[in-house]
């Protein structure tokens, strides 16, 4: 009945927005790579909105993938996994985590929240990261261990020799790890605190660390759309800081990144790439989220502009100084796709065509009508870059009629044999995908 | 239902000047929807209209602000205030429902009534431009519309915020 009442409310809306006649929305087919189609920024009253229920997979039921590659659920009955993790001995970690509960400034976070457990997206999160081993090698675990309990809403995960590194939203954790142990006992030690409530708008915390291990790079995402709550909260956010392992002093590394959820070394060049969410409710298509190299010392344009010099009037007093000098970003992934995951694929056992380019997991969203994202696509590079348009790769997490998501994909990584894992926080699953022997080009172990 | 309710051919045999104390209890209730009432009451609707229009009235006060200092928690003082609005006027017409049914309303005044509903429905406009983020959920369109809204609920005001004529007494 609620959910009834929700999709009529949503109609309202849609018809309100324009969105139901689907005028005018340009494919997401323009808005690939380095210069995206941008149409003109729209002020709405109610803005486009396509809510699909969360509803999960059926018994039997796995997402999509092309010839040559086959998927099989890797684990499931998780609490909202989001980030998945492959420790040096194959163990895979799997972080369970939700955000804290936002506070209620406006009439409009009320609806928000609604439209948010509409898409199953509210979920609590186990605040946890499971510790999964597959002791025979089958590609199904068989050991299944709480490997760390009682974090605060945690995202990113890496190890640097012994040191395990977790992000909670708040904090920087350190936990001393030994090869081989399926649990964590101690509380580890903050290394540094992150930027967190009281709103704690976008709280997930990427993480990754540089290829030499002394430097840790932390995504921060914005404290709201578009400074609605004032720029005040926006200090040390929308931006990728960089920590020093040892001392954890920190610095900012890079800024004007609205929601950097994904950070990673591209391995051909060790340059710094990040994936971005970008804002909402100006257009079906604006502004495209992105995958880009991250420079020292950047400025990519959030709140004042995007794309570089594309003005955001919604954002004042304006900042011309700032806007001046916002770096247009590598490769648009097109509008409202919401990339939640990214992994180079080089160290990967997919067929070659896969191996030499960045695996993105578009979460996907509710504020573009038609929706887009809802997939796992492949991004090649060359040369240690973007080199043409994305592949789908992992599709199926919506129904056919895109009414419903059965699932959505978040973090990405690869297992010891250089499979693909998926964290699906709506299916509560994790997904394995792999090289198909018989279907597709049989690959020789790496 | 026929036990709480007599229907009208209960009524018709129901003599009007009955001595029976029951029957007459039931007479009055009734009579009360169908008749002119003895007791001219104080409609209800106008105490909730004058409540909800001040608020709406107040919006043009914290929009002005936001413009002038650009602090976005004036921008969420008009929303609320919005809402707060929007839900009186809300009760506003389901009390001037109640007033006419209870003929404590003999007569609408349309002119003001068109006025307060013009006013209502530029509010709820408003309160979709005010759940913007940021700048534009009040310049320029909230507050224009903030204006026109305070204009017009200022004018009926002072004319008085019953839309309705009480029943002449006798």
Not at chain 1, 39 to 50: H, K, S
Not at chain 1, 134 to 149: A, K, L, S, W, Y
Not at chain 2, 41 to 50: D, K, M, T
Not at chain 2, 132 to 152: E, H, M, N
Request: aromatic share 8%; glycine share 10%.
């Amino acid at each position: 009945m609620k959910s009834v009442s929700l999709l009529v409310g949503c109609a309202l809306v849609s018809v309100m927005s324009g969105a139901a006649f689907g005028q005018g929305v340009a494919p997401p087919s323009t808005q690939y790579g380095a210069k995206p189609y941008l149409p003109e920024p729209r002020q709405y009253f109610v803005p486009p909105m396509q809510v699909p229920p969360g509803v999960g997979w059926k018994q039997g039921q796995t997402p999509i993938v092309p010839a040559g590659l086959k998927i099989q659920a890797y684990a499931t009955g998780f609490e909202h996994p989001r980030m998945v993790y492959t420790l040096p001995n194959g163990d895979v970690l799997v972080v369970e985590t939700n955000g804290p509960n936002a506070p209620i400034y406006r009439p409009k976070d009320y609806v928000e929240a609604k439209v948010k457990a509409l898409a199953g997206s509210s979920a609590p999160g186990g605040n946890r990261i499971t510790l999964l081993r597959d002791v025979n090698g089958d590609g199904v675990p068989d050991v299944r261990t709480t490997f760390i309990d009682h974090l605060n809403s945690p995202f990113g995960v890496v190890l640097v020799g012994n040191d395990l590194y977790v992000a909670n939203t708040d904090a920087l954790l350190r936990f001393p790890y030994v090869a081989g142990e399926t649990h964590i006992s101690s509380p580890g030690t903050k290394l540094t605190d992150l930027p967190a409530g009281p709103i704690d708008h976008h709280w997930t915390k990427s993480l990754a660390a540089s290829p030499d291990g002394s430097k840790l790079y932390v995504g921060v995402g914005s404290n709201s759309n578009i400074t609605e709550n004032g720029i005040a909260v926006e200090e040390g956010r929308a931006a990728i800081w960089e920590v020093d392992r040892r001392s954890g002093l920190k610095r900012i590394y890079a800024a004007g990144l609205r929601n950097p959820t994904g950070v990673a070394f591209e391995p051909q060049t060790g340059k710094l790439w990040a994936i971005v969410n970008e804002r909402d409710e100006i257009g079906p298509n604006l502004v495209p989220d992105y995958l880009t190299s991250v420079r020292e010392g950047g400025f990519y344009g959030w709140p004042y502009s995007y794309f570089g010099q594309h003005l955001d009037v919604r954002v004042q007093p304006q900042r011309p100084d700032l806007v001046a000098k916002a770096i247009p970003p590598d490769y648009a992934l097109s509008s409202h796709v919401a990339p939640l995951g990214m992994a180079f694929s080089q160290a990967s056992n997919l067929p070659t065509r896969y191996r030499s380019g960045a695996l993105v997991a578009e979460h996907g969203s509710w504020d573009r009508s038609p929706l887009n994202g809802y997939k796992v696509v492949y991004v090649p590079f060359r040369a240690g870059r973007p080199s043409g348009p994305p592949e789908d790769v992992v599709t199926g997490f919506l129904t056919q009629d895109e009414r419903r998501s059965q699932g959505r994909p978040v973090g990405l990584a690869f297992d010891r044999t250089g499979a693909l894992l998926i964290a699906d926080d709506v299916g509560n699953a994790v997904w394995r995908v792999s090289a198909d022997q018989i279907g597709g080009q049989p690959r020789p172990a790496s | 239902m026929n036990r709480h309710f007599p229907t009208n051919d209960v009524i018709e045999r129901v003599p009007r000047k009955s001595t029976d104390p029951s029957v007459l209890r039931v007479g009055l209730v009734l009579q009360s929807f169908q008749e002119a009432p003895i007791r001219p009451g104080r409609p209800l609707h106008p105490r909730l209209i004058g409540l909800g229009a001040v608020l709406l009235v107040a919006v043009l006060v914290t929009d002005v602000t936001y413009a002038n200092t650009l602090l976005f928690q004036w921008e969420n003082f008009s929303i609320w205030l919005l809402t707060g609005g929007l839900t009186l006027a809300a009760l506003g017409g389901v009390a001037l429902v109640l007033d006419i049914l209870s003929r404590r309303v003999a007569r609408i005044e349309w002119v003001k009534f068109t006025g307060l509903a013009v006013a209502a429905m530029l509010s709820l406009l408003n309160a979709f431009v005010h759940s913007r983020d940021a700048y534009t959920a009040v310049v320029p369109q909230g507050i224009v519309l903030s204006a026109s809204v305070a204009t017009l609920l200022v004018v009926i005001g002072l004319w008085g915020w019953s839309v309705g004529t009480p029943p002449s007494s006798h």
